[in-house]
């Protein structure tokens, strides 16, 4: 049933994106456009599977001994495991889709928006972003800052695992 209702919704979602490409906007309104409505669904579907995964509680209260303020999130550790939703929510989506996407037409070759096909590319882009810093290009508000570069290296380091099964943050 849920899988019913999770292709339904992927397929109304495609064909809604799919329409926006005749919207008389500027390519670069486009774009904008399409990042953030990526980057909703993407935290739409997270606390989507927050809520079923908890029982029905979209966010379990903090614990008393890592208490952090209302909408703020937090750093990794370093060590703690950091997972594909949070590269694709901090840097893949807001830095990467404009080019690297479907509707970002794929410059490259290279689209990040599945684990699949980022998991092929772990080396490329661990070359392009972190060692030469070649990515994203200046004119597209490169390169990262290196709070991002440090966490995408703490991803690669860590395996670049899809998922985690327990993360430990600090305020």
Same mark, same amino acid.
């Given at each position: ?5 999770l292709?339904c /919704?992927?397929?109304?979602?495609h064909?809604? %994106? ?21 980057? &909703? %669904?993407?935290?739409?579907s997270?606390? !989507?599977c927050? *809520? ?5 509680? @979209?966010?379990?209260? @903090?614990? !008393?001994?890592? @208490? ?17 939703? /949070? &590269? ?8 990467c ?12 070759? %290279?689209? +990040?928006?599945?684990?699949? /096909?980022v *998991?092929?590319?772990i080396?490329r882009?661990?070359?392009? +972003?972190? +060692?030469?810093? $070649?990515?994203p @290009? +200046?004119?597209?508000?490169?390169p ?15 395996? $670049?695992?899809? *998922? %985690? /099964? ?5 305020e």
């Open positions: 049933m849920a899988t019913d209702r292709a /919704t992927s397929l109304q979602f064909s809604f %994106v799919t329409s926006i490409a005749y919207l008389p906007l500027g390519d670069q309104m486009r774009t904008s456009f399409l990042s953030a409505l990526a980057a &909703i %669904v993407l935290l739409v997270i606390e !989507a927050n *809520k079923s995964d908890s029982g029905g509680s @979209p966010n379990p209260p @903090p614990s !008393a001994s890592s @208490p952090r303020a209302p909408g703020v999130t937090p750093s990794p550790t370093p060590g703690s495991s950091i997972d594909f939703a /949070t &590269i694709q929510t901090r840097i893949f989506i807001p830095h889709y404009q080019c690297h996407s479907t509707a970002g037409g794929n410059r490259g070759g %290279v689209n +990040v928006e599945t684990y699949a /096909t *998991k092929t590319l080396p882009i661990h070359n392009e +972003v972190i +060692v030469q810093h $070649a990515m @290009p +200046v004119e597209a508000g490169g990262l800052a290196q709070d991002l570069q440090n966490l995408l290296q703490s991803w690669i380091d860590a395996g $670049a695992p899809e *998922k %985690v /099964t327990s993360t430990s943050f600090t």
